[in-house]
């Protein structure tokens, strides 16, 4: 009887580290980091990354600024016409195109050798359904079909504790409010245009939220990171505190390298 195979979202600084045997020969858990590889050659495990460490964390800190300030969009709205009548009403439809312009630096040359590594090792891509926002070319995605995961809105949950994005949309919102002519701006990028903001905190918190969500709405089943999230405290939604919460409300198991070892070790016994 074939067993079914373990999904598994690996966080920023799991993945690189697995796929790059410079790396993985130096890391002080390369034994966990072994096993795991293992896993994924034996076909225990299925391994996938957000497509947000491609179009956020790659960039390098010092930039991320220059980046989000690129933004610009543009709304077109075009008239359809009527449509017929709808409850003896008559009905009208109208298209609202949202596009977005930026200037992304690209990823820098040991970003796209990792990259290539992990999808020769079997890495799929999974990204969260983000209005008018950079993309990956589409058929590195894991097809939209199999976004079957949870029920809940994770986002708008992270909204309510001011976890994942939700820094950052409020600060965006903040500096339109005060900035009009920053409107064009979307709501979660308008923030980096006040340089004072910790801008490569809220990218990092950012971009685990979104891990999370992308990983939450394809429904795997673990969610693997050395990140205790222990500077930025009960601030960020991958710190300790948030883990029973996150695997009771959402069902999403975050674990470490050495627990994700740990269970692949077992189903290679059993296999």
């Known amino acids: 009887m074939e067993t079914e195979m373990i999904k598994v979202t690996f966080d920023s600084n799991v993945w690189e580290e697995i796929v790059l045997p410079e790396k993985l020969a130096i890391h002080e858990s390369k034994s966990d980091l ?3 590889k293992s896993g994924i050659t034996n076909n225990i495990v299925k391994p996938y990354i957000s497509d947000v460490i491609f179009i956020l964390e790659s960039v390098r800190k010092l930039d991320r600024a220059k980046f989000l300030q690129s933004f610009s969009l543009t709304r077109k709205i075009e008239d359809k016409g009527y449509k017929g009548m709808v409850d003896g009403l008559p009905a009208y439809e109208t298209a609202i195109t949202l596009t977005a312009d930026f200037d992304h630096p690209g990823l820098n040359a040991p970003v796209t050798k990792a990259f290539k590594a ?10 969260i359904n983000r209005v008018a926002f950079p993309m990956l070319p589409l058929e590195l995605y894991v097809p939209i079909e ?12 992270f909204r309510k504790l001011n976890l994942g994005c939700a820094k950052a949309e409020r600060l965006s919102q903040e500096y339109k409010r005060a900035h009009p002519e920053a409107s064009n701006y979307p709501n979660v990028v308008a923030f980096a245009l006040d340089e004072r903001n910790p801008i490569s905190d809220l990218v990092g918190e950012w971009a685990d939220g979104d891990a ?3 990983h939450y709405e394809h429904g795997l089943d673990y969610f693997c990171t050395f990140d205790r999230g222990q500077k930025a405290g009960p601030g960020s939604v991958l710190h300790e505190s948030r883990r029973a919460w996150l695997k009771e409300e959402f069902g999403i198991i975050v674990v470490s390298p050495a627990e994700l070892a740990e269970i692949i070790n077992k189903r290679l016994c059993v296999v």
């Open 34 to 36: 072994d096993a795991i």
């Open 118 to 127: 992990a999808r020769e090792l079997g890495f799929q891509i999974i990204k």
């Open 146 to 157: 199999e976004a079957n995961g949870g029920e809940k809105d994770l986002l708008e949950e």
């Open 212 to 214: 999370l969500i992308a």
